[in-house]
């Protein structure tokens, strides 16, 4: 009996050690810890070996927000190559987001953590947000949203103080929404074409990405900060493809508006060019045009780019600040366009 007992015990402490696994169903659950998807000390972010990090050539602008990004897949399954919008992911999949800034002493302070799953029941994407507690040591389910005061640094180490808006998860779906079926926005391998070492090429060879091209034919959205290699309007189109296209076209929550902002968007009014506003009411502040080709500050677009006024503010969701880098971009690709557009 006394063998028993000792065998019950090492078994009993061999399985708490195991890694836990992605939840399989619809049911969110309450802790992020619960979930597996980090090894060791969880602020640290290290992933297991089924979850993948990976990086965007041109991210979204979230108030400044240093943003660590994972992907985890079910065990014995991989992403099928897509030559435009997201990969295809399997069922079981999260894709998770995990946001953070730098405090006034340097110290990189965790705020939320977004997941989307696509659940296996279904095969549909569902969203939910944990939030950090103050002491780093874990991240609740929320749904409710919530506005979290901060003080961070930019880009340039400048102090910021701001209320960080956690959205709900009603939020989250206006955002992924695409005909009304809601979608991951990143991922796409236009995207993901980036990092030293290419992420791609690695997926491919480590068997978790499938028929993926030769890497020379698969697209690469422009960084938008690189203007060694970029020219102005590439870096522009690629920042409005990222912060603004997945509401501005087809399908998307702003569809009603005609102003159509993905990267290869060919028509000038789809563009805003010489467009007026739809449905804008006072958040056009007295302006006639999306864009004015060579005048930014007769533009709308740069106007409410411009702002953080609700109502008027674009995004309208996601931030709480004015990207002053990304104003100053499109404010020059502006004022650079011919005005023959």
Not at 31 to 50: R, V
Not at 115 to 137: C, E, F, I, R, S
Request: glycine share 8%.
């Amino acid at each position: 009996m006394r063998y028993v007992i000792v065998l019950i015990l090492a078994m009993t402490t061999l399985y708490s050690c195991r890694p836990k696994k992605p939840a399989t169903t619809s049911g969110f659950l309450e802790k992020l810890s619960d979930y597996g998807f980090f090894k060791g000390k969880l602020s640290q972010l290290s992933p297991e070996a089924h979850v993948h990090r990976y990086d965007l050539a041109t991210p979204l602008f979230t108030d400044y927000a240093i943003k660590d990004r994972f992907i985890a897949l079910p065990e014995g399954t991989g992403m099928q190559y897509r030559d435009s919008g997201a990969l295809q992911f399997p069922d079981g999949t999260f894709i998770i987001k995990n946001f953070s800034y730098r405090d006034t002493a340097g110290n990189k302070v965790l705020i939320e953590t977004r997941l989307l799953h696509k659940d296996p029941q279904d095969g549909k994407w569902k969203v939910m947000n944990y939030l950090w507690n103050a002491a780093q040591t874990e991240a609740e389910k929320w749904i409710a949203g919530k506005q979290v005061p901060i003080t961070l640094l930019d880009d340039h180490q400048q102090r910021i103080s701001t209320l960080y808006q956690v959205p709900n998860t009603n939020d989250c779906k206006r955002c992924h929404s695409s005909n009304g079926t809601l979608l991951p926005i990143g991922p796409k391998a236009r995207n993901l074409h980036y990092g030293k070492g290419e992420q791609l090429l690695q997926w491919a060879s480590a068997g978790i990405l499938q028929d993926m091209p030769d890497i020379s034919r698969v697209p690469a959205l422009p960084v938008w900060t690189d203007s060694l290699h970029y020219s102005i309007s590439q870096r522009a189109r690629a920042y409005l493809d990222v912060n603004c296209a997945h509401c501005h076209t087809k399908g998307g929550d702003a569809d009603n508006t005609g102003l159509f902002l993905e990267y290869d968007q060919q028509q000038p009014a789809h563009l805003g060019i010489l467009k007026g506003p739809v449905s804008a009411g006072n958040g056009a502040g007295g302006l006639d045009f999306d864009i004015v080709p060579g005048n930014a500050a007769a533009s709308i677009l740069t106007y409410r780019m411009n702002s953080t006024e609700p109502g008027t503010a674009m995004p309208e969701l996601a931030r709480t600040l004015v990207h002053k880098e990304g104003v100053a971009l499109i404010v020059q690709w502006i004022n650079e366009m011919k005005k023959e557009q």
